[in-house]
């Protein structure tokens, strides 16, 4: 059974930095694209980024490009998000998911099979 689990979240200031990890367990890691999405009080999941299974290929949604950045250790079977110049609205629960492909290329939640219990991150402004 694939488990993910996210950690790092946190408060931080407006302007800060913080990376978000997400490890993958039960399953071969580098078999699996991963994503990562987030969700804020009262709002719809929404789609962060997402990475091929190679690492190779990124995409990020338009509210992100340019201050996150996605990245995978397949030796520590570990998918991270890097995200800086921290807004405000960059605030919410942070979730990462997998799909056993070798790219996700739709922003859909429903594309993924596996989720993290999610963590959560405050921007203080």
């Known amino acids: 059974q694939v488990q993910l689990v996210e950690s790092g979240g946190g408060l931080v200031q407006a302007g800060g930095s913080l990376r978000l990890s997400c490890a993958l367990s039960?399953?071969?890691?580098?078999?699996?694209?991963m994503g990562w999405f987030r969700q804020a009080p009262g709002k719809e999941r929404e789609f962060v980024g997402g990475?091929?299974?190679?690492?190779?290929?990124?995409n990020y949604a338009g509210s992100v490009k340019g201050r996150f950045t996605i990245s995978r250790d397949n030796a520590k079977n570990t998918v991270y998000l890097q995200m800086t110049s921290l807004k405000a609205e960059d605030t919410a629960v942070y979730y990462c998911?997998?799909?056993?492909?070798?790219?996700?290329?739709?922003?859909?939640?429903?594309?993924?099979?596996?989720w993290g219990q999610g963590t959560p991150v405050t921007v203080s402004s």
């Open positions: 039960g399953g071969t890691f580098s078999d699996y694209a």
């Open positions: 990475i091929s299974r190679g690492g190779s290929r990124t």
């Open positions: 998911a997998a799909k056993r492909v070798a790219v996700v290329l739709s922003p859909n939640a429903n594309q993924y099979d596996y």
